[in-house]
């Protein structure tokens, strides 16, 4: 079985090493590279293939939801954010989740050598299970806008009909395109979200 391979954009060495012992320790997962930077992770997208991303988003030599942006846009992958920044129902898990992420997962504030072991079974599953779902991901966060023909005036009948959405963790961004663009006729819509729990407040709001 050919190994995914993985690249680790984080600036502490310590996060960097956890992540290579813990990760490789995986049947399915190589840590092909392990960076301090996005910067340096750019120079390694130009010549290598990696099948997913894990990286912080708090970084001092460029930003990181920067990063991420260009990243979606230019060379999609899926990517893991591990962030002191994506604590539950903050702003920057919102972000990174509408940016196209498949998932955050909130490193420990405090008992930080502690934390991380806790975290490192969540971590190996979630970094698996983004680079198996590789063709499902890509696109979701940037989908092309699409004209819908000019707008008519709003709806003032009622109908029986509604719409129904069911869209996996991924599926944020692509909900972000989808509602920039209804048409006022449409009828109701049902939206069946799947994202961790601690995240459905922001994500609503």
């Known amino acids: ?21 813990s990760l490789n320790n995986c049947a399915e997962l190589n840590v092909a590279a392990a960076v301090s930077s996005p910067v340096k992770a750019l120079e390694l ?33 899926p990517v893991v954010v591990i962030s002191t920044a994506t604590q539950a129902n903050s702003n920057a ?11 955050v997962i909130a490193k420990p504030t405090v008992g930080y050598k502690e934390g991380l072991e806790l975290l490192r079974d969540e971590i190996a599953a979630k970094v698996i299970a983004a680079a ?11 989908a ?3 004209p819908l023909g000019a707008i008519k005036p709003k709806r003032t009948e009622t109908t029986a009909k509604v719409i129904a959405i069911g869209a996996s963790t991924g599926g944020t961004s692509a909900l972000v395109e989808i509602f920039k663009n209804l048409h006022p006729e449409l009828p109701g819509i049902i939206v069946v979200q799947h994202m961790p729990g601690l995240f459905t407040d922001a994500f609503a709001e």
């Open 144 to 146: 092309h806008k699409r």
């Open 132 to 142: 198996n779902n590789r063709e499902i991901q890509l696109g979701l966060g940037y």
């Open 45 to 77: 997208l130009k010549i290598h293939h990696f099948d997913v991303v894990t990286m912080d988003i708090e970084m001092t030599e460029m930003d990181g939801l920067g990063f991420l942006q260009y990243l979606m846009r230019c060379q999609p992958i």
């Open 1 to 21: 079985m050919l190994k995914k391979q993985v690249l680790v954009i984080d600036e502490s060495a310590f996060i960097r090493q956890f992540l290579k012992e």
């Open 93 to 103: 898990s919102l972000l990174a989740l509408s940016l196209g992420v498949t998932a």
